[in-house]
């Protein structure tokens, strides 16, 4: 198996946190974003849509997309599960996840954040205040949903991760970057800083892996 990464993608961080749980150490190749690696015609040929993480399977499949390499993961290497077997426990789990996956990380994934930059001179404080503003808002709803739960637990969906914290953990660690205010989530801070004392998630983090740059140690 060969994963396409990039430190600090969040996305990439998904997927390293899955194959951490599921024991799984592919060849990984890496693609900085921040140099435009991802833009050349060498790995759009590759992936064409130009972004990571991007999964070839031993046999030559590929799969682009986090959540649906993750899933595919979890069909292919069903242990430890990283999907509830509950119907209403899975459908919840994938819900807290598309909240993140879908609706505040593209908002303030790298291609917007340049954006900001490039076209509208975006200085350094307006680029936060978009970030953590974006950040707040997903994380009022998410700290209710987690909430409204009428047992709590120590993961978003029990006491195993599920691909619900798999998706909250690199939320929560990026807008601990932004230095976004997390006290009034206190939820959501619960879920991180317990996950985070498992190898699984410790070791997927940015500073963690291989192309982190060491000036930013």
């Not at 194959?19 to 435009?36: D, F, Q, T, V, W």
């Not at 807008?175 to 317990?194: D, M, S, T, W």
């Not at 699984?200 to 192309?211: E, G, I, L």
Request: charged share 25%; hydrophobic share 40%.
């Amino acid at each position: 198996m060969i994963v396409y990464d990039y430190f600090r993608s969040s996305a990439a961080f998904r997927l390293r946190i899955a194959l951490n749980l599921k024991g799984l150490s592919p060849e990984r190749r890496y693609i900085h974003l921040a140099n435009n690696a991802h833009r050349t015609d060498e790995y759009r040929a590759i992936n064409p849509q130009g972004l990571v993480p991007y999964m070839i399977d031993d046999d030559g499949f590929e799969l682009s997309q986090s959540l649906a390499i993750i899933e595919y993961l979890d069909e292919t290497h069903p242990e430890p599960p990283i999907i509830p077997a509950d119907l209403k426990e899975r459908a919840f789990a994938r819900s807290i996840a598309q909240i993140i996956a879908c609706d505040i990380h593209p908002v303030n994934n790298k291609r917007i954040l340049d954006k900001l930059v490039d076209d509208f001179q975006a200085g350094d404080s307006v680029k936060t205040r978009w970030y953590c503003g974006w950040i707040h808002e997903g994380f009022v709803a998410l700290e209710k949903i987690l909430e409204k739960r009428r047992v709590q637990s120590a993961f978003c969906v029990g006491e195993i991760p599920t691909i619900a914290d798999i998706c909250l953990i690199p939320q929560v660690a990026n807008a601990n970057r932004f230095k976004c205010a997390l006290e009034v989530f206190p939820r959501v801070v619960g879920i991180y800083q317990h996950a985070m004392k498992l190898s699984a998630f410790h070791d997927a983090q940015p500073s963690k892996q291989p192309d982190f740059p060491s000036a930013e140690i």
